[in-house]
Structure formats: structure tokens, C-alpha cells
């Protein structure tokens, strides 16, 4: 093919660092579009917005790397579908990319993830699709590591595709001391989040709720993404968005009276 | 058991008609706990909130049955973790279920549903969980054929069980003359929205654009969960949290250069 075109997302907002990482990444590999959140929207999951207007304003946040961008008012998976429906209309993406989120994305905060939202909605709309995330939430957090392995990543999607149905949810450790040991294909952990909230008040004496929380991993297994990401490793997940539990339905059908 | 005790959420606001219909469906079978989002949260998908603090205020809507409920800032997946974590503590429900979704919530579409997101978070908390919907956008819509199937369905859960990280996504098709042929256990069509955005310019000029789009199944199969609704069964999906497309594993570590 010539030079791939490249959609790149995110769900912490068009300003964030890590879609620059993940800008100039792809600037090196094909001709690149950005539709992001003006705002962040971490956490908002697979979420859609279907009660209000979507406001889309281009942004000259890129022009040094000669790169057109827009920025939405709406969510990580409005963003992919405001690049496909209104920017794009005929041309198809040959690549998704969201992130580079700032922060994991392991284990079921798939789910939760906004990042990941955007690369299963390319996923959906039937473009090969990646999301990728730095495990590392200090504000001063360091992707210099990230770059080589993002853009082989992206490369041997781009010339060996990936599934149909199939998004790939790539973390990253934290920038250590020693090299990255490497990329592990892996299956997501069977860990989660065990929450608490904060129980404040507010200057009105009134209640309100901080969701705040531990990660724990009960999985010992060594093929999951957080084994992968603890000991130096690069994960690469493939995600499906058919959540059917296929193993359940003749065990439903065996077992119920219907 | 004693009366099972069952946490009620939805997506559609504690307002709702089909939180009505639910709760009072669950009340002739068990003690129920309301823990509902104030307003609408269709399309959320799995959100959290986690940049702001939730509120969680007691909610008198269904004193009339001698109900405690509450209405929550946040969305559906926030209701589960603060019923669990700060209203029922050491108690944990026997059943989550969340709904009547007032619109179906089929194929795909279970990625983008609010109502299934509580469900889901119901299941990851590592409760029985269902999400029902009622495949009728109609503001009239008719829920009375579905309390005795919502009724039967949870019961089959309280007494069988269901396997471990699953919850159901159960979808009602619009009342109809005849009646439910039945209830189905099937897969998640592979059919998508196919989206059109609706591009207006607002008072001042500025344009906007509002999500629209048509349902469209390629899915010929006569076990997903479109086909059973549009013959008039009682569709039921059971769900994973898992997303790991484990059959693309060996087929990346077999192409890829890693």
C-alpha cells in the first residue's frame, strides 16, 4: 500500500501528552487524522452521546507536524464515529489508534476504559485498532520507551492485520532502569478493582462520594497482561467486543426451566 | 433461602417507568434495595465517575411499597459499587438487576447500554446479575408483558445460579396480539449501527452535529438475540466481562515478528 492513513484518538483530551507521543509515532509511519475530546474523559467507558449535540472544531494544535485535527465535544467512541461519518465519509482508516493514555489499562478496566472505547468502535466499524497505555500515572510520567514498541506494533498490524472483531489493548510498564524485555501476547488478568469511597462533606455540611481504590490481582497466571506489564514486558491483549459467554448457553439450557 | 435480597438499578433515571415495572416485580420475590441514577444515562456505557464526587441522596419514590431507595449523581456502573460498598457493606445481594430499559439493548448495542453496565458491574462484584429491556422506544410502550417472564428469569437465577463472570442481557420484544412464544438463550448478533450524523448550525451559526443512525443485521443466524425478539421470544445474551478474543493469541504469536 502507499502511505497508510492513520486515525488517532484518546480519551484524556487533545492537549494531553500522550496523544502527542502517539501523533508523532504515526507521523513517522503514515498520514495521519486526529479527532480527541477537547476535554478528558477517562472512565467514560464505551459511552456514547445520544441526548445532545456534538460540537467538532478543527484544532491547529498539530500544524507544526503539518497533521489536521479536530477537536469534539463528545466522547472517545463519538470521536471515532464523528472521524468515519463526517471527516472521512468514503475513505476508510487503515489503522485506529487511541492514547496514549496516561495510566494502565489492565485487566477489566477495559471495560471502563475510554481509551479502549475508541479503538473497539474502530474495531466495530471494522478498521484494525489499537489502543495503547503507559502504566504509569505520575504527572511527569516518562513515554520515551513507548515509541519504538507503538510504532512496531502498529506496523505488524498494518502489514499482517489483525482479526475481524479485534482491537488490541497494548500497556505499558513504567520507563525502568533496564530495557523493555520485550512484547507478550497475553489474555486480560482475572484481577479488579476493590473500591472504597471517600465519605466527605462538603462547605454545606452536605455528603458527597470520592470512588477511590485498591487493584487486586488474584490471577497468578503468567500469560495475562498484568503479569506481563510487572515484569517489564509489553502487553498486547486482543479484545472482542461479541461479549457472548458461549460456554454458557447449554449449561443455561441444560439447567433452566424454559 | 430466606427472601433473597436484590439490588435494582437502570439507566433511564430512578424516575422511570421501567424501574417501576422491575421493582415491583422484584418486590413479590424477594427484599429489594434501590440504588438508581437521578437522571437519564442512556449510552454511558460502562462509565465511572471518577473525577468528581458523586452524591447519594435517599430517594422516597417507593415508600408506597416500603422500599428504601436512593438516587445517585453518578452513573449505573457508580450505583452498583456505592450500593455494595457504602449501603449494604458487609451484606451482599443475592441478585443485580438492573432495567426495564425503555429500548432494546441487542447485538452491539450491549457495549454502548447504561442497563447493562449495572449488570455487568453486578457480575465483576461477582453477584447474579440481569439487565432486561423492552425493545420499544414508543413513550407509551407497554411493559405488562414482561413482569412474569422478569419474574420467572430471576427466579431461574436465584435457584441455579450462573456461572462466574457472567451476567444476562435479557430483551423483551414489543407487546404484541399474540403471545411470548417463549424465552431464548442466544448469541449477540453480529449487527451494528450503521450511523448518519445530523449536521444543524445552532442560532449563532455554529454547526452541531446529533447522532442518528439505522440498526442493520447481517447476522442471518436464527440463535442471536435479534432474531428471537423480531419472532417474538424473550431474548436472553449471557454476557462476559472477559473480553480477551483468545482464538486471535496463537494467531498473532504465529504472524507477528516479536
Known amino acids: 500500500m502507499g502511505r497508510p492513513l492513520i486515525l488517532v484518538s484518546n480519551d484524556d483530551g487533545i492537549v494531553s501528552r500522550g496523544i502527542r507521543v502517539l501523533i508523532e509515532a504515526m507521523h513517522a509511519i503514515g498520514e495521519v487524522l486526529v479527532v480527541a475530546p ?12 445520544i441526548g445532545e449535540p456534538l460540537r467538532l472544531i478543527p484544532s491547529n494544535l498539530f500544524d507544526d507536524l503539518g ?8 466522547t472517545p467512541a463519538d470521536c471515532v464515529k464523528l472521524a468515519k461519518h463526517h471527516i472521512l465519509k468514503d475513505r476508510n482508516p487503515d489503522l485506529v489508534v487511541s ?11 477495559v471495560l471502563y476504559s475510554g481509551t479502549m472505547s475508541a479503538a473497539i468502535e474502530g474495531a466495530i466499524e471494522g478498521y484494525p485498532s489499537i489502543g495503547y497505555s503507559l ?7 516518562d513515554f520515551s520507551h513507548t ?21 488490541l489493548n497494548v500497556n505499558f510498564p513504567p520507563k525502568q532502569n533496564e530495557k523493555l524485555k520485550g512484547i507478550k501476547i497475553c489474555r486480560q488478568a482475572k484481577a479488579h478493582w476493590e473500591e472504597e469511597f471517600d465519605h466527605r462533606k462538603d462547605p ?26 510487572d515484569h517489564n514486558y509489553v502487553s498486547v491483549v486482543p479484545c472482542q467486543y461479541d461479549l457472548t459467554a458461549y460456554h454458557a448457553i447449554p449449561e443455561i439450557n441444560d439447567s433452566w426451566d424454559i
Not at 497533521?67 to 463528545?74: D, E, L, N, V
Request: proline content about 4%; charged content about 20%.
Open 38 to 49: 477537547d476535554s478528558p474523559q477517562s472512565g467514560m467507558g464505551h459511552a456514547i452521546t
Open 67 to 74: 497533521i489536521k485535527a479536530y477537536k469534539c465535544s463528545g
Open 99 to 109: 492514547g496514549v493514555n496516561h495510566g494502565s489499562n489492565l485487566a477489566v478496566s
Open 135 to 141: 502504566a504509569d500515572f505520575d504527572h511527569d510520567a
Open 147 to 167: 515509541i519504538e514498541p507503538i510504532q512496531h506494533i502498529a506496523k505488524q498490524v498494518l502489514e499482517k492485520g489483525i482479526g475481524k472483531g479485534v482491537a
Open 204 to 229: 454545606y455540611g452536605r455528603p458527597y462520594f470520592w470512588l477511590a481504590g485498591n487493584f487486586v490481582n488474584l490471577d497468578k497466571g503468567e500469560d495475562t497482561d498484568v503479569w506481563a506489564v
